[in-house]
């Protein structure tokens, strides 16, 4: 321990012996005597190292003292940020005490790892040794929902999530209850995730060694289900999707339901639209068709004697129920005005481009249709080739969806639900149908067992109620101006500034129980995550999980015959 800087319970620092050296993050352990205690270990992470010149006054010294004509010493000191003492008796480090490098058990009582009963690994920390998260904070036990902040495709946000989800499903940190865990995954950044059963072709020795150092076995996501939105102007229902031709199944909401369920409020699910008075008229609107609306066909409806069979339909009969006077009391309220209605109706009609893609009264109607964790441990629903405003209708109405059977089902199961850009659904002004389904999640979800891991590139931009009901917060590469927001008040300022250069795969990982935020490299993805990574689609299996069988395996083989010609 040094002499020559204060020394507190909550931080101190240590001098380096020469061929010695400390890094940042790297962890350190020192013990002190005290009267009627006795030894009282002090843990912590070093937070800042500084290098200097002993003698030096001026800073030209530098090439004196290089050419040996004055004498000096070079001297390097460690700044130390606690993280743990054991007994919990806080007294500062005394000078002249020995600090050693922790490792092996001394480094999981530092980083408080053997008080972990369920530990997710999320990567290596600077000295090669697995950094982990606790299950607890995860799964609603103690606390809930990740927050993940960078620069987009530079941080790797979604990279990163996806590699927690695989470590929760498969460290068997989850035991039995993994049967029932399931992570429900939007995708908005191309096909990259459709791909997550395919192993990469990049998976080689070298990544499995990785893998294994953190006690996980490298491949892809065993259980995945895939959903995407149908061809437009194709009445066959095929997927949207160009990279993977089979095991997407495409999704849709047929009129009846649209009406039945009273999805019209997502349509308007931008946040300024409940600042304005036509969101009466919304569910005015809303409330009347599933009064009125019976069902036809194969998702067609019958409203006042009228069959529509598509969106455009709908949307039609509306505008002329709201512009007919003798209607328009009945549809909209008696006191609504003109202007009002007006609003409603240019808002309604905008959407017709978004959303009559997936708002279907024309479809053949199939198995599976509807987007469903049930098949799968981890279902995608892919949206990239949807307009931004039918993303926000399917991310709504889906989540409405899931939380409904949850709340039906109780919280046996765990339901991860990843989501990126997610201050474009829940943003820091305003509200929307979104946004109060993801604060319904954030406030009480975790007692559901519905967990949200959230990706943004700016926490800053996002519903604070959302980012301080995360338990776990994890941040990669940010822009300067971003890091030195208030949201990011966890990070010291040594990682703050560190945030701004860190190179992709490398997060900063906040948990309750480690008051330093922890630096973690997670290994590359085992899974593919685009069409070229793509080693093939995984093996076909039974329903039982068993290698399919031959049916020509049980016929006796045909006797060799040299002169057994083929017969074309």
Not at 215 to 231: D, H, K, M, N, V
Not at 416 to 421: A, G, W
Request: glycine letters at 8%.
């Amino acid at each position: 321990m040094v002499g020559t800087e204060d020394s507190t319970p909550l931080q101190f620092s240590v001098a380096l012996a020469p061929e010695q050296y400390l890094q940042l993050d790297d962890v350190v352990v020192t013990v002190r005597p005290v009267p009627g205690i006795g030894p009282v270990m002090t843990a912590g992470v070093v937070t800042e190292v500084r290098a200097r010149h002993e003698g030096a006054t001026f800073g030209s010294d530098v090439f004196l003292i290089a050419d040996g004509v004055l004498p000096a010493q070079v001297q390097e000191i460690a700044e130390v940020t606690t993280t743990r003492v054991e007994p919990e008796c806080y007294v500062p480090p005394t000078p002249g005490s020995i600090a050693t490098r922790a490792t092996g058990e001394e480094r999981a009582r530092a980083l408080y790892f053997d008080q972990m009963d369920l530990k997710v690994p999320v990567g290596l920390g600077r000295d090669g040794s697995p950094i982990y998260v606790n299950l607890e904070f995860l799964d609603g036990t103690r606390g809930g929902h990740v927050s993940i902040s960078g620069i987009s495709g530079v941080a790797t946000k979604t990279s990163f999530a996806l590699f927690l989800l695989y470590s929760i499903f498969r460290s068997g940190v989850l035991g039995r209850r993994s049967v029932n865990a399931k992570a429900l995954v939007f995708s908005v950044k191309g096909e990259d995730l459709l791909f997550l059963d395919h192993a990469n072709t990049k998976l080689d020795e070298d990544l499995m060694s990785a893998y294994a150092t953190v006690g996980l076995p490298a491949g892809p996501f065993s259980s995945a289900g895939f959903f995407a939105p149908p061809t437009p102007d194709d009445l066959s229902g095929r997927p949207f999707v160009s990279g993977r031709t089979s095991g997407v199944k495409a999704f849709w909401w047929t009129l009846a339901e649209f009406c039945a369920e009273e999805l019209l409020p997502y349509v308007f699910a931008d946040a300024e639209d409940e600042r304005n008075q036509y969101t009466m008229v919304i569910h005015q609107v809303a409330a009347r068709l599933r009064r009125e609306a019976e069902p036809v066909g194969d998702g067609g409806v019958v409203v006042g004697g009228q069959i529509l069979r598509t969106y455009d339909d709908l949307v039609e009969f509306v505008s002329d129920r709201l512009t007919d006077e003798d209607e328009r009391r009945d549809w909209a309220g008696p006191v609504t005005g003109t202007g009002t209605i007006n609003a409603f109706l240019r808002r309604l009609r905008s959407s017709l481009r978004p959303l009559r893609s997936i708002v279907r009264g024309d479809l053949t109607d199939s198995p599976g249709r509807r987007v469903s964790t049930d098949a799968h441990q981890v279902t995608v629903v892919d949206l990239h080739n949807l307009p931004e405003r039918a993303q926000r209708f399917v991310v709504g109405v889906v989540l409405a969806a899931e939380t409904r059977k949850k709340e039906a089902a109780g919280p046996g199961g765990l339901l991860f639900t990843m989501i990126d850009e997610l201050n474009k659904y829940a943003p820091r002004e305003g509200s929307s149908p979104i946004k109060e389904v993801l604060l319904d999640i954030a406030e009480r979800g975790r007692s559901l067992g519905i967990i949200l891991i959230g990706a943004q590139q700016t926490a800053s931009e996002v519903e604070r109620r959302i980012v301080s009901n995360s338990s776990v917060k994890v941040v990669g590469r940010l822009d300067p101006a971003e890091a030195g927001r208030p949201e990011y008040g966890f990070l010291p300022p040594s990682q703050r500034q560190r945030a701004t250069l860190a190179k992709p795969g490398t997060m900063f990982v906040s948990q309750p129980e480690i008051p330093v935020p922890l630096a973690v490299e997670f290994p590359f993805p085992a899974w593919a995550t685009r069409l070229s990574e793509s080693a093939g689609p995984p093996v076909a299996t039974s329903t039982n999980g068993a290698a399919p069988r031959d049916p020509f395996a049980r016929l006796p083989a045909a006797p060799p015959d040299e002169h057994d010609d083929a017969p074309f």
